[in-house]
């Protein structure tokens, strides 16, 4: 699953990258989770940046709901298995298979938080792509709620779940993010692309560009929001540079390791 992420680059940042223009600026998010608003680009909208609640709501529900995920598999793959090979089974799940077909979106974001399957966030990890690739987009689905007590119109997202790739199993968690590559995300937000290529989009993203260190556990905790919380406390997973031992070595976050001279 994908609880908890990171917006750390700027506004123009994000514009640059996504080649979309912002409807309004916000702020650093150290922690992005459920209810909270974050910047989207969605398929009605491609050029925009808007900002959507974390949080899915289909447009039917009759009461607002929190539905943070969307598995690819739909009811397939119980078990997670990381060598899933079958159907995407998304395209028939009742809460989903409108705007997987009609609502798709990319969920930005600078890294992801994860913790461990059985201790969770009380063992967290933050999970980033190597060479400093960020923003990057997540695969997600949006849909458009109406409260029917106050007439507002809550637009809201979840970000769609795949498989794990081998650094989510060496936390280990079972499930990780669909993350796409840059030149998939015009044809993902594009309604006109066949429904075969959108499901060959979902899958696990290439573990050799991605690493992970782990956090402190008070990321758990929803009112954490600062830069120190996404800092190492510990090695990353898989070792990224080799260090000489005459320089003094200081530990940045995703991967922004420096040296300092003696």
Not at 15 to 33: D, I, R
Not at 219 to 246: D, H, M, R, Y
Request: hydrophobic share 35%.
């Amino acid at each position: 699953m994908c609880g908890r992420y990171v917006i750390i680059s700027t506004v123009e940042a994000y514009e640059k990258k996504f080649n979309a223009s912002a409807l309004m600026p916000w702020n650093l998010n150290y922690n992005v989770s459920a209810g909270q608003k974050a910047p989207i680009i969605t398929s009605e909208k491609p050029q925009e940046i808007q900002l959507a609640h974390f949080g899915y709501t289909p447009h039917w529900s009759r009461k607002r709901t929190w539905v943070i995920n969307a598995r690819a598999e739909g009811d397939h793959n119980q078990e997670n298995h990381p060598d899933f090979r079958g159907s995407k089974g998304i395209l028939k799940k009742p809460f989903f298979r409108h705007t997987i077909r009609n609502k798709r979106c990319l969920v930005l974001a600078d890294a992801f938080i994860e913790g461990t399957t059985k201790e969770k966030l009380k063992k967290p990890y933050l999970v980033y792509l190597k060479d400093k690739n960020r923003p990057f987009a997540m695969a997600g689905i949006y849909d458009e709620w109406v409260d029917e007590n106050s007439g507002e119109i809550l637009t809201s997202f979840a970000i769609i779940t795949c498989p794990p790739n081998a650094v989510l199993q060496k936390i280990p968690h079972h499930r990780m993010p669909v993350i796409l590559h840059e030149s998939q995300y015009r044809k993902y937000l594009n309604l006109n692309t066949d429904l075969s290529d959108i499901t060959a989009m979902l899958e696990k993203y290439p573990s050799k560009e991605m690493n992970a260190y782990p956090i402190d556990p008070a990321i758990s905790k929803v009112k954490t929001n600062q830069k120190e919380a996404i800092l190492p406390i510990g090695e990353p997973l898989f070792k990224e540079f080799n260090w000489q031992f005459k320089q003094d070595v200081k530990l940045y976050g995703m991967g922004e390791n420096r040296t300092l001279k003696k």
